[in-house]
């Protein structure tokens, strides 16, 4: 909560680009998709993060960093701080918003990426008073990226 008044102007530039918006599930990774035999597709289960107003390709963003935090056995929030400070071939061709995400301005890019860390820190407790859960993850995943940022 004591960081909202950095987090909001830091966010600012999501919506001053008009970014094409669609469902994100928000909690993408391995043990949330099941690969079935061919011709079935993969299934994906547990919604309770999903949102319908996120940039379009969102879930792209929080592939990206689980990747990275798993190669570089990091927190998430690490993981999105050094994407702050290096470019990802994999995920500079992605559509997020309605164009690639390496199309974007350095301001676009920061903020999915704080977009991305702050829905996966907080989960579906967004909008609600912080549990200690909820502070404990946002220290450890949030700040980190914020100060990144200040830099």
């Known amino acids: 909560p004591g960081l909202v008044g950095e987090i909001m102007p830091a966010l600012a530039p999501i919506g001053a680009a008009n970014?094409?918006?669609a469902w994100c599930h928000g909690d993408l990774w391995p043990g949330n998709v099941f690969l079935r035999k061919p011709p079935l597709p993969p299934m994906v289960i547990d919604w309770e993060r999903a949102r319908p107003d996120a940039p379009a390709g969102l879930d792209a963003v929080y592939a990206?960093?689980?990747?990275?935090?798993?190669?570089?056995?990091?927190?998430?929030?690490?993981?999105?701080?050094?994407?702050?400070?290096?470019?990802?071939?994999?995920?500079?061709?992605?559509?997020?918003?309605?164009?690639?995400?390496?199309?974007?301005?350095?301001?676009?890019?920061?903020?999915?990426?704080?977009?991305?860390?702050?829905?996966?820190?907080?989960?579906?407790?967004?909008?609600?008073?912080?549990?200690?859960?909820?502070?404990?993850?946002?220290?450890?995943?949030?700040?980190?990226?914020?100060?990144?940022?200040?830099?």
């Open 64 to 151: 990206e960093l689980c990747r990275i935090a798993l190669a570089r056995k990091c927190t998430f929030g690490d993981a999105a701080v050094w994407m702050v400070r290096s470019a990802s071939s994999e995920l500079g061709a992605v559509e997020v918003g309605g164009k690639a995400f390496a199309a974007w301005g350095r301001p676009e890019q920061q903020a999915l990426l704080l977009a991305t860390v702050i829905h996966y820190a907080t989960g579906e407790d967004e909008g609600a008073p912080a549990d200690q859960w909820t502070e404990g993850w946002g220290a450890m995943n949030i700040v980190p990226l914020l100060t990144a940022l200040r830099d």
């Open 19 to 21: 970014m094409t918006t």
